[in-house]
């Protein structure tokens, strides 16, 4: 039978049950929107996070710990004393494939204050090799990003955490650039009266905003933390003895950070980077999202059996005309043909009326939900901007109209193998 003429054929015989067809693709509406609405709602909150989780840090970079970090969460060292993160250590890490730069990440010890003029404000600080600098893809607004001794480049958002005397915050931020500060740390004395230190840092750059921790850092010269760090504690810091407690391994690209990162923790130590924390997100919501898509489906499974069920009536219905065909020529062949054709015809008319209620309910559900919770950030302090909880990737619907199709093909198999096994004469004497 010519593929012209099994549609025509096709169509003649859905238009004759117009009601059945109606009702039997309804079912198939149903599932196939459940799958897609649930669907988009897992793509729609894993878009979110992982959105969010781009507030984190940059996704080539790697923070490593010593392994006594690993032990302190009851973890086992696995290499002797290479757990300790010292020079030798990173510049095992420098000779990893992919690996740009690597810095220690020193902390400053104690509560740091910043001062510009009658202005105060407390920050991160951070010290880092010098000449890691310009290989760590800081973006700069203005300035460089070479440190001299005592010279600083800040976050994008420091300039905001300045206050007045009274403790109010600054109308207009100050521009750090070129600025001198006063970094003034302070510990208890022998007699238990304060001690302060008051060094004055040049600002020789400004980072831009990237929504992360880096906005409200200060970037110092490794050395120049230090040697504080060293006043702090009142004893001498020697990394070459005691090693660092942190340190970033920067990464040519995003593909590189797992096996540079798996390389780092076979040595001992314990490393943690954005990107892996990405892969077990998207695992996990590739999880959530075959769960929901699989509830979505037993809907569309249920309307599977309306299908088959359809075409049974109408091979009841039909069979004297079945016994017409085989007697003027069709083969078994061309029978189940057009049975299998009409049922996957119902399912693909069910998956597109499907598709367009799923994505008008997720839609309507986004809106709705998005506003809602747009509401509630704003009354916790947020910004209140739309929150889009709702989204579907293109791949969806077209997988559902495929599933769809598919399901409605296999709902008329047994139906088609029924009506392609009717003898010719037992059929033109049915009544």
């Known amino acids: 039978m010519a593929a012209r003429d099994l549609i025509r054929l096709v169509l003649t015989n859905l238009r004759r049950m117009k009601a059945r067809v109606a009702m039997t693709a309804i079912g198939v509406v149903i599932g196939t929107a459940a799958v897609v609405v649930l669907v988009s709602l897992a793509s729609g909150l894993q878009r979110t996070a992982t959105e969010d989780l781009g507030s984190i840090g940059d996704l080539t970079r790697i923070t490593v710990f010593p392994g006594s970090f690993l032990r302190s969460f009851g973890g086992v060292q696995t290499r002797g004393d290479e757990g300790m993160l010292d020079d030798r250590a990173l510049d095992a890490f420098r000779d990893l494939p992919g690996v740009t730069a690597v810095t220690p990440w020193v902390s400053l010890s104690g509560g740091a204050m910043l001062r510009l003029n009658r202005l105060t404000a407390g920050a991160r600080v951070i010290g880092l090799d010098p000449r890691a600098m310009d290989r760590l893809s800081f973006e700069l607004t203005s300035g460089m990003e070479r440190l001299g001794r005592w010279q600083v480049v800040v976050g994008g958002q420091i300039d905001e955490a300045f206050y007045d005397a009274q403790g109010r915050p600054v109308d207009e931020p100050p521009d750090l650039q070129g600025q001198s500060l006063q970094l003034t740390l302070s510990r208890p004395g022998d007699d238990g009266s304060l001690v302060e230190r008051t060094v004055r840092l040049r600002v020789v750059g400004v980072l831009e905003e990237t929504g992360g921790q880096d ?60 990107r892996s924390t990405l892969q077990q997100l998207n695992i996990f919501f590739l999880v959530i999202q075959g769960v929901f898509g699989g509830i979505g489906a037993i809907a569309l499974i249920v309307a599977a059996f309306g299908i088959a069920n359809t075409m049974m009536m109408s091979i009841y219905e039909r069979t004297r005309e079945i016994g017409l065909m085989k007697a003027v020529g069709a083969t078994n062949r061309d029978v189940m043909s057009v049975f299998l054709a009409e049922a996957g015809t119902i399912g693909l008319l069910g998956g597109l009326g499907g598709i367009l209620v799923g994505i008008g309910l997720g839609w309507v559900i986004d809106l709705i939900a998005g506003t809602y919770l747009a509401a509630q950030a704003a009354q916790a302090g947020g910004n209140g901007a739309d929150i889009s909880i709702a989204y579907t ?28 096994s009717l003898s010719p004469i037992t059929a033109l004497k049915y009544e």
């Open 215 to 274: 906005d409200y850092t200060l970037f110092m010269a490794l050395d120049d933390v230090l040697e504080l760090n060293s006043w702090y504690t009142g004893a001498r810091v020697n990394p070459a003895r005691d090693g660092y407690s942190q340190a970033l391994v920067k990464v040519e690209s995003a593909d590189q950070v797992l096996a540079v990162e798996q390389e780092i923790l076979s040595q001992g130590f314990f490393a943690y980077s954005p």
């Open 393 to 420: 990737p293109l791949w969806l619907p077209i997988f559902a109209l495929v599933f769809s199709l598919i399901v409605g093909v296999v709902s008329g198999i047994y139906p088609a193998v029924r009506a392609a």
